[in-house]
């Protein structure tokens, strides 16, 4: 999946990362506990290097933002911060963002894209936590 309107020609790699407790308690449950934090990387993308000729790898212009879960500190129990490149501290984004909007409509499981990650799938299909 990729976040905007990149075509073919400049792809990004977004990877996604989520803390280790939260992950073995999602694979237990079916569902993401409190405090559960994901952190979005989002690359640039490059080809023609080393020994790639036809595909592309990541490079090394990056963004981060952070999904957190924490029901006694957000509305909505989930938060979204984006990281500036400065390397100041992530800031709350504003609820007119996209991603409120987005995750909201879309998350398989709560706000979250279960549905692009076959092993968290088939765990919310066993658990029965899948949005209708």
């Not at 308690?25 to 934090?37: D, V, Y």
């Not at 990281?83 to 504003?94: H, I, K, M």
């Not at 409120?100 to 549905?115: K, L, Y």
């Not at 076959?118 to 765990?123: D, K």
């Amino acid at each position: 999946m990729t976040y905007g309107s990149e075509g073919p020609a400049t792809p990004r790699f977004d990877n996604v990362f989520v803390n280790r407790a939260s992950y073995k308690a999602f694979m237990a449950t079916g569902s993401w506990p409190e405090k559960t934090m994901f952190v979005l990387e989002v690359r640039d993308s490059a080809s023609n290097g080393s020994i790639n000729r036809g595909g592309h790898y990541q490079a090394e212009d990056f963004r981060l933002s952070a999904e957190v879960k924490d029901s006694s500190r957000f509305k909505d129990k989930w938060e979204y911060f984006a990281f500036p490149a400065s390397g100041e501290p992530a800031q709350a984004l504003p609820r007119s963002a996209g991603c409120f909007a987005c995750h909201s409509a879309h998350g398989a499981v709560e706000n979250t894209f279960v549905q692009f990650y076959p092993t968290l799938l088939g765990i919310a299909r066993e658990k029965g936590t899948l949005k209708k």
